[in-house]
């Protein structure tokens, strides 16, 4: 069975830090990668994606490809309180092909303190 | 451009009974997923619609069925509700399939 790992946490930082958040995969066929904000009561907002080794950044958010390790994580500088939310991570098969089923990890619950 | 919508919001729904849920995806996707939402099991693939055809399908009973319209927008249904299909039901579309937007959900509750 596919499977995508993430620590639970809770994983709380000070206001201003930067939150570090971890996620393996099983599947090493496994070509794209996201990561998605849920806040309590919500649904998920994609806030980044990534396709190739390597790092990607967008305003305060990096995320950080490994698929030799099959691991990829999501870097947040200068954490605000506004960024307390459920991180999913989400593994697909597809990349220019047509299977996108996105398999999710249970999320990583963080709270930054102000 | 505006977001994915869904309706309805909440429905209560009494077992045995059947329940259609609807998704119009963001404007020019043509790309339409649906997932469940559990706290036990968390978000799990029910199954993908492109261009009215269904092209990857999960793990779920043949009670979950789908369907995508000429407009893109896409329905799911679940014949004979068991209490266990309670859940958040989040329908996402993406102009391929690769980066996929989620609208709010159906909160689905089986008395």
């Known amino acids: 069975q596919k499977e995508v790992e993430q620590n639970s946490g809770p994983l709380s930082v000070p206001e201003g830090a930067i939150a570090s958040l971890n996620c393996t995969y099983s599947?090493?066929?496994?070509?794209?990668f996201f990561w998605y904000r849920q806040y309590s009561g919500k649904s998920p907002e994609l806030i980044m994606f990534?396709?190739?080794?390597g790092d990607k950044e967008d305003g305060r958010f990096t995320a950080q490809l490994n698929k030799a390790s099959q691991y990829v994580s999501l870097l947040i500088r200068d954490s605000q309180p506004s960024d307390s939310a459920t991180y999913l991570c989400?593994?697909?098969?597809?990349?220019?092909?047509?299977?996108?089923?996105?398999?999710f990890g249970k999320g990583t619950l963080l709270t930054v303190n102000p | 451009k505006a977001g994915v919508t869904q309706t309805p919001r909440y429905l209560i729904k009494t077992r045995g009974q059947q329940v259609t849920l609807s998704c119009s995806p963001i404007?020019?996707?043509?790309?339409v997923s649906w997932y469940q939402q559990t706290p036990g099991q968390g978000l799990q693939f029910l199954f993908e619609?492109?261009?009215?055809?269904?092209?990857n399908k999960g793990n779920f009973p043949g009670r979950f069925s789908g369907r995508q319209f000429s407009n893109s927008r896409s329905e799911m249904n679940v014949s004979t509700l068991e209490l266990g299909d309670s859940a958040l039901y989040l329908c996402?579309?993406?102009?391929?399939?690769?980066?996929?937007?989620f609208g709010p959900g159906t909160r689905l509750t089986v008395t």
């Open positions: 996402a579309s993406s102009p391929r399939g690769s980066e996929q937007y």
């Open positions: 599947d090493r066929g496994s070509q794209s």
């Open positions: 990534i396709y190739s080794n």
């Open positions: 989400a593994v697909s098969p597809g990349s220019g092909g047509s299977n996108y089923k996105l398999t």
């Open positions: 404007s020019g996707h043509r790309s």
């Open positions: 619609y492109f261009s009215e055809t269904q092209r």
